[in-house]
């Protein structure tokens, strides 16, 4: 059985920092695409970052966000710098087999974490 789980969402000042975690069981994250999404209250799940071999990123985290996977932990980290308040969302990890943005293409998804941004 697949299990994902996100932590470290919260509340951070605008230019502050965040670091989320998304721990695997039941499938070696390695041999997937991870990816982040995020979705804020009436709009719809936006895909945010994923890694496989390479890293890939939406334009409006690109330079300010960071994914990253330990194989060791079997955990994919998303590091989030300079945070604005466009950013609130419940973010969510999820894996698939295709390196993609579209989120109805992957395969299992964690509850998510809410992120929190103050202007």
């Known amino acids: 059985q697949v299990q994902l789980g996100e932590s470290g969402g919260g509340l951070v000042q605008a230019g502050g920092s965040l670091r989320l975690s998304c721990a695997a069981s039941g499938r070696t994250l390695s041999y997937y695409v991870t990816a982040w999404f995020r979705q804020a209250p009436g709009k719809e799940r936006e895909f945010v970052a994923s890694i496989r071999g390479s890293a890939v990123y939406a334009d409006s985290v690109k330079g300010r966000f960071t994914i990253s996977r330990d194989n060791v932990k079997n955990t994919v980290f998303l590091q989030m710098n300079s945070l604005k308040p466009e950013d609130t969302a419940v973010y969510y990890c999820?894996?698939?087999?295709?390196?993609?943005?579209?989120?109805?293409?992957?395969?299992?998804w964690g509850q998510g974490t809410q992120v929190t941004v103050s202007s």
């Open positions: 999820s894996i698939g087999s295709r390196d993609t943005m579209a989120w109805d293409q992957y395969n299992y």
